[in-house]
């Protein structure tokens, strides 16, 4: 009996490591590979990418909703200086403002119903120096989504005409 206490403290520690270490790793891993994948599809780095209408013939996000507009830009702030200025346009009815980190997390989001937001996205290192209007990213790469509430093709048009004054715009200091 004595033989296989050695043995199976070791199968339940490389376990609960394998398993931590996926909860740790598995983020990371998603989004380079979902930056990859946005990259290779076109979306623009530092610029919003206007979408088709959600249908079963253009999802590839699971669950995507059909009565939303999504807007997406890739930032990448490993330049020294470096900083994203964002601008969400006027919209009447609802939309959001999401920021997602290299680890998938959503870590600010702003509603902006009626009105234009404008947010500057700050690389880590700039998390003491943050201002009014201002955002830390906590990783230098990410996406930043806009989401309007467009449930009709005449809205999804309204709002993809509203997007001409979207702006995902790399700065420096």
């Not at 050695?6 to 270490?21: C, R, S």
């Not at 020294?80 to 609802?94: C, K, L, N, Q």
Request: aromatic share 8%; hydrophobic share 40%; glycine share 6%.
């Amino acid at each position: 009996m004595r033989g296989w206490i050695g043995p199976t403290a070791l199968a339940a520690v490389t376990g609960i490591a394998a398993h931590f270490a996926t909860l740790a790793l598995a983020p990371n891993v998603i989004m380079d590979q979902a930056l990859f994948m946005l990259a290779k599809r076109n979306i623009a780095l530092h610029s919003f990418t206007n979408p088709e209408r959600i249908t079963p013939q253009t999802q590839v996000v699971v669950c995507s909703s059909p009565d939303l507009f999504y807007a997406l830009c890739r930032y990448d702030l490993t330049q020294p200086g470096s900083a994203v200025r964002v601008t969400m346009g006027d919209w009447p009815g609802y939309q959001s403002l999401s920021f997602f980190d290299a680890s998938t997390n959503n870590f600010a989001t702003v509603r902006g119903q009626g009105v234009a937001r404008t947010k500057t996205l700050l690389p880590p290192d700039m998390a003491g120096s943050k201002k009014e209007g201002e955002i830390v990213s906590p990783s230098e790469r990410g996406v930043v989504l806009i989401r309007r509430l467009a449930p009709t093709q005449e809205l999804f048009d309204q709002a993809l005409e509203a997007a001409k004054n979207d702006r995902c715009e790399i700065g420096y200091s």
